[in-house]
């Protein structure tokens, strides 16, 4: 490419962001939480929702028990009660962005970090998922972000762990969240592949290059049972737990931020795509056409052609705690958080 061609094109990329970015200042709606903030050494729970009424309670139960007070979520056009519901607790700010997730996840995520969660810890969830971490009963949200600031990283690595149940997926379909929860017991990591952090053989190996590393055990990892089972080259590694300071940029991708340290030991996210009808769920979303990577449909059309799917297999293994998966090699462990840990339990 000449020098006059590259000079175009990112002059056209330049005018395209610089669009994409106006369009979306002109759709976010504030639905709720007129006057919210977040005091300085809390953790502010950023959550993408989309038709989550059915996670809602249990969500919150467990969150406000790792000590989150503030939750600001951003709506992409839910059609069950989840907003009206949302607008009814005084914990919550809601805004809406009614847009392709495909075209605008980056900017949806970001805004309420750099609307109500400036230099503040900003945890990034889905409703489906539940953060967890070695002390959390102990500890609490506000322990570890002590922890973490005391060695001057600004965020925590975390891998996801898909939760299935022994018995086929259109058997406990009808579950509750809570009652899945509890009967989604099991997790396989025996396909698992790992890559060095800073690995160019990482699709977005390029977003990662500012970020400092605390330890070089981290690694990002892919696969797992969804890829077993449904294909999917899916990226278990997040960084869901940021400090969103001056040089900080707020997950410019579903799996990370940009410009930070991040810290010495991961954490876990024990995730229940599977939980509910999620054959309808997915038949939704593949219609709706928004999603770039097309694993939506890819899962739908495994679930359509057998009945009895089940994740469960001879690999599977019971949920057990952290302590399992750091001697697996799926977690990182620190001795400076364990001494930590242990000073904290004096």
């Known amino acids: ?97 009614v847009l392709p997730l495909a075209q605008y996840e980056d900017l949806m995520r970001a805004y309420p970090a750099q609307t109500y969660g400036q230099d503040r810890w900003c945890l990034y969830v889905d409703m489906d998922e539940q953060f967890d971490f070695e002390g959390r009963e102990t500890i609490g949200s506000q322990g570890l972000t002590r922890y973490l600031q005391a060695q001057g990283h600004t965020a925590l690595m975390a891998q996801m762990l898909e939760m299935f149940p022994r018995a086929p997926l259109a058997d406990v379909q009808d579950l509750s969240f809570a009652e899945a929860l509890e009967t989604f017991a099991y997790y396989d990591i025996s396909t698992v592949e790992s890559f060095a952090y800073h690995s160019d053989r990482i699709g977005f190996h390029a977003l990662l290059r500012d970020n400092v590393l605390s330890s070089d055990a981290m690694q990002f990892k892919f696969g797992g049972v969804r890829g077993k089972v449904f294909g999917e080259a899916c990226c278990l590694t997040k960084h869901p737990l940021v400090f969103n300071g001056p040089q900080v940029v707020p997950a410019p991708h579903p799996h990370l931020s940009q410009h930070v340290t991040v810290s010495d030991f991961s954490a876990v996210i024990r995730h229940y795509k599977f939980a509910g009808n999620v054959a309808a769920r997915d038949a939704a979303s593949a ?60």
Do not use: K
């Open 287 to 346: 219609g709706s056409g928004d999603l770039a990577h097309g694993e939506d449909r890819a899962r739908l059309e495994v679930l359509s052609r057998t009945e009895d799917l089940t994740l469960y297999s001879a690999d599977a293994q019971a949920w057990a705690g952290i302590a399992p998966l750091a001697e697996a090699g799926f977690l990182v462990v620190s001795q400076n958080y364990a001494a930590f840990l242990a000073g904290q339990m004096a």
């Open 1 to 97: 490419m000449t020098q006059r061609a590259s000079l175009i094109l990112r002059l056209r990329n330049r005018i395209a962001q610089m669009r994409r970015r106006r369009r979306f200042a002109g759709a976010v709606e504030h639905l709720h939480g007129e006057g919210f903030h977040v005091p300085q050494g809390e953790v502010l729970a950023i959550v993408l929702v989309r038709d989550g009424a059915y996670y809602l309670d249990a969500f919150f139960d467990y969150y406000r028990a790792l000590g989150i007070r503030h939750f600001a979520f951003i709506d992409n056009g839910s059609t069950d009660d989840t907003i009206a519901r949302l607008c009814q607790r005084d914990d919550c700010v809601v805004d809406r962005a």
